[in-house]
């Protein structure tokens, strides 16, 4: 068969918490034009799949032609690439087991991959950001939850059933805080937005000294980090107890997987040294011997809304191309 024209045009697609956005790229990475609505705005997840086909046309249609798009890639929590759905997620309006690639095909005509986030943006790090030319990594997401995802040898790891990297969701401490999976003590009730936020608490009600913290209505670890560079002391106790806990979970990752690196991405990373100095010392002081100043932890330095769109494009070229207007 001699096919005289392929399609250079992908549809990335970042869905979180608060926010869903589409990005047309091209087959060099390059960012066409983009768009975003609110995810909360939808609770029914057929209404969200309708607004969303509507957004990725009407994308399309002005950057190039729907018709000049092979596939869509999508970034979403709890997603699992092996089935092309949203997996019992924690913290997303659509609850159970929801087959979102499957339905936003038979929308679009077109093939969709769908991955969990911190997989996306290991293939964003990958192809574009700090883990271009390394094969064995640990791309770590910090925001409403904790995920993660393995390269190896070059090669995404996604286990048996796809949900290989979950250590939002390893035990760090029997009988501890809560967690909306329905288990206790996961490490991101510790390390992940809401878990910052009840240390937080803790760290003031166990110490009578000022600070700032105690004068916020709507704390959020974004102001911790700030208070953090302006010397509170509570702040910097918050971030620090937060690094230690992700550097013992941390630690007993690397003692399986023996990475090159752990990249960090996601809002929560932005705390930056406040969080990853203490996270870096604890990791030292646990994980295995013999990989003791050999794991490099290192931020990301892409934008996450670049990063993951630019992610979820790697894994629409990835899919198998399908078209109902052939």
């Known amino acids: 068969m001699i096919q005289d024209q392929l399609k250079t045009r992908v549809v990335g697609v970042d869905i979180n918490v608060d926010t869903t956005a589409c990005a047309v790229v091209d087959i060099r990475g390059n960012i066409l034009g983009q768009c975003s ?25 002005a950057n190039g032609g729907y018709e000049n798009i092979r596939s869509v890639g999508i970034s979403i929590p709890s997603g699992n690439f092996k089935t092309g759905c949203i997996e019992n997620a924690p913290n997303l309006p659509w609850k159970g087991v929801v087959p979102l690639a499957a339905m936003l095909r038979d929308q679009l005509g077109m093939a969709v991959a769908l991955a969990n986030n911190a997989h996306v943006m290991a293939l964003g790090e990958q192809a574009f950001g ?17 995920g993660s995802c393995i390269f190896s040898n070059g090669n995404v790891h996604l286990g048996a059933d796809g949900f290989a990297g979950e250590v939002g969701h390893s035990c760090i401490k029997p009988g501890g805080r809560q967690c909306g999976c329905g288990k206790q003590g996961c490490l991101e009730t510790y390390t992940a937005w809401r878990g910052i936020l009840t240390t937080a608490k803790e760290v003031m ?3 009578p000294e000022p600070s700032k913290m105690r004068m916020v209505e709507q704390l959020t670890p974004k102001i911790i980090a700030e208070f953090c560079e302006q010397g509170d002391a509570l702040a910097i106790e918050t971030y620090r107890r937060t690094g230690y806990m992700l550097g013992v979970g941390l630690a007993n990752y ?16 932005k705390a930056g040294r406040w969080l ?10 646990h994980v295995f011997h013999n990989l003791e100043g050999k794991v490099k932890l290192v931020l990301s330095t892409i934008d996450d809304d670049v990063r993951n769109v630019l992610g979820a494009s790697v894994l629409a070229w990835e899919v198998k191309e399908y078209s109902l207007f052939k």
């Open 254 to 269: 690397a003692s399986v997987v023996n990475p090159e690196a752990f990249i960090f991405a996601g809002p929560i990373s």
């Open 276 to 285: 990853l100095e203490p996270a870096s010392n604890s990791f030292e002081d």
């Open 130 to 146: 700090a883990a271009h030319g390394m094969r064995d990594f640990v791309v770590v997401s910090l925001g409403s939850g904790m």
């Open 205 to 207: 009600e166990e110490s």
């Open 37 to 61: 609505f609110v995810t909360s705005d939808y609770n029914s997840i057929g209404d969200f799949v309708s607004v969303l086909t509507e957004h990725i046309i009407q994308l399309s249609e």
